[in-house]
């Protein structure tokens, strides 16, 4: 982990934004010099404004990128443009390390990534109908520590994306389907700094300001 240090009274373009919605931390993540690389940050905002307090650069964002802002869509192995607020963390302890609403994973617990399935996009428990869907404690430890972010919840579009987290890395394979992955001990130390009300925001500098 890199505590940074620098800031800016409103933040790189999204510091107003944020401020409205009152979230106190910015966890931003922006495109690396290659695919799938990216480069995340987490701000804080105080009586000075917008400062930087932690950094990973081992960080990887979808195999294919970042999609246009909108433009995000089931499949296509992008990782969405946009701010989101960080709705829980989860992972396969009974107890989290972090002050974010924690949720652990169960051999029972199901992700929905089935467009028309009317549970399309939420955390569901098995037996379920859907056609496809995302097991939410497998077999490696890339759900070991994560968070779940409000990307398509309000409402649910079907067909623009599903299952957005930020997880542990797969050091063998390259970027992720959609998410934004930190190496496991980077994942550890950023639940620890999150605060509640945090919000994501992805690729900012492809949204308007």
Same mark, same amino acid.
């Given at each position: 982990?890199?505590?940074?240090?620098?800031?800016? *009274?409103? %933040?790189?373009?999204?510091?107003?934004?944020?401020?409205? =919605?009152? +979230?106190?931390? @910015?966890?931003? !993540?922006? #495109? /690396?010099?290659?695919?799938?690389?990216?480069?995340?940050?987490?701000?804080?905002?105080? *009586?000075? %404004?917008?400062?930087?307090?932690?950094?990973?650069?081992? =960080?990887? +964002?979808?195999? @294919?990128?970042? !999609?246009? #802002? /909108?433009?995000?869509?089931?499949?296509?192995?992008?990782?969405?443009?946009?701010?989101?607020?960080?709705?829980?963390?989860?992972?396969?302890?009974?107890?989290?390390?972090? +002050?974010?609403?924690?949720?652990?994973?169960?051999?029972?617990?199901?992700?929905?990534?089935?467009?028309?399935?009317?549970?399309?996009?939420?955390?569901?428990?098995?037996?379920?109908?859907?056609?496809?869907?995302?097991?939410?404690?497998?077999?490696?430890?890339?759900?070991?520590?994560?968070?779940?972010?409000?990307?398509?919840?309000?409402?649910?579009?079907?067909?623009?994306?599903?299952?957005?987290?930020?997880?542990?890395?797969?050091?063998?394979?390259?970027?992720?389907?959609?998410?934004?992955?930190?190496?496991?001990?980077?994942?550890?130390?950023?639940?620890?700094?999150?605060?509640?009300?945090?919000?994501?925001?992805?690729?900012?500098?492809?949204?308007?300001?």
């Amino acid at each position: 982990m890199s505590p940074a240090g620098g800031g800016a *009274p409103e %933040g790189p373009g999204w510091g107003p934004r944020l401020r409205a =919605a009152a +979230a106190p931390q @910015a966890l931003v !993540a922006e #495109p /690396g010099a290659f695919l799938p690389a990216a480069h995340a940050s987490l701000w804080a905002d105080g *009586p000075s %404004g917008w400062a930087r307090i932690w950094t990973c650069g081992e =960080a990887v +964002a979808g195999r @294919a990128g970042f !999609a246009a #802002p /909108g433009a995000k869509r089931e499949g296509d192995g992008k990782s969405p443009s946009g701010s989101f607020r960080i709705s829980l963390a989860f992972g396969y302890a009974p107890a989290g390390d972090t +002050a974010l609403p924690y949720r652990c994973c169960t051999a029972a617990d199901l992700w929905v990534d089935d467009p028309e399935s009317p549970d399309y996009n939420l955390w569901v428990t098995a037996p379920h109908p859907a056609r496809s869907v995302e097991r939410m404690r497998r077999d490696d430890a890339l759900y070991e520590f994560g968070l779940a972010l409000d990307y398509n919840r309000h409402p649910v579009v079907p067909g623009a994306g599903s299952a957005i987290f930020v997880h542990v890395r797969d050091d063998r394979s390259g970027g992720t389907a959609g998410c934004l992955a930190l190496p496991r001990e980077e994942m550890v130390a950023l639940l620890r700094l999150l605060r509640p009300g945090a919000f994501a925001v992805f690729n900012p500098r492809s949204l308007a300001v």
